[in-house]
């Protein structure tokens, strides 16, 4: 018999489940609100997946992998941009930002488990967290380009 408390998890975890899939079919062609990074191709995959979750995670691996090289790409180029004291303090930051994705992706395994939906919104942050950090780079490569 399960207690109350799991059944909520198990409630809280399919309601997110289900959001996730909605809010994947109403994306625009930014991908996400507010995130500009994410490439057509992903956008293109979440509308054609609908509401098959599989489908869905499919979509979202490729989109981690392609931002993962993104990030890579921005990193790499923004350090060639920078004075030596702003390449060593970008260093730092991306230590410690690739820390606090660690860090987040413990908390989030820890939050959701490892049911299939709980997954699906682990990868789901994972790769927000990593779109937006591209984002951010290229921002910042933009500024340094114009000093």
Request: aromatic fraction near 8%; glycine fraction near 8%; hydrophobic fraction near 35%.
């Amino acid at each position: 018999m399960r207690s109350k408390t799991g059944w909520k998890l198990i409630f809280a975890l399919t309601t997110i489940g289900c959001l996730s899939l909605a809010y994947a079919g109403d994306m625009d062609n930014s991908g996400h609100e507010g995130d500009k990074g994410y490439s057509q191709k992903y956008v293109s995959c979440m509308k054609s997946a609908g509401h098959n979750a599989i489908s869905a995670d499919a979509c979202m691996s490729s989109e981690l992998t392609y931002q993962d090289a993104r990030l890579n790409k921005v990193y790499k180029e923004l350090l060639d941009n920078l004075k030596p004291d702003s390449k060593a303090s970008l260093v730092e930051a991306e230590r410690i930002w690739v820390q606090l994705r660690a860090k987040d992706g413990a908390f989030d395994a820890s939050l959701y488990g490892s049911s299939q939906s709980g997954n699906a919104q682990q990868l789901r942050n994972d790769l927000q967290r990593v779109t937006q950090r591209a984002d951010l780079l290229e921002g910042y490569l933009e500024l340094a380009k114009l000093l």
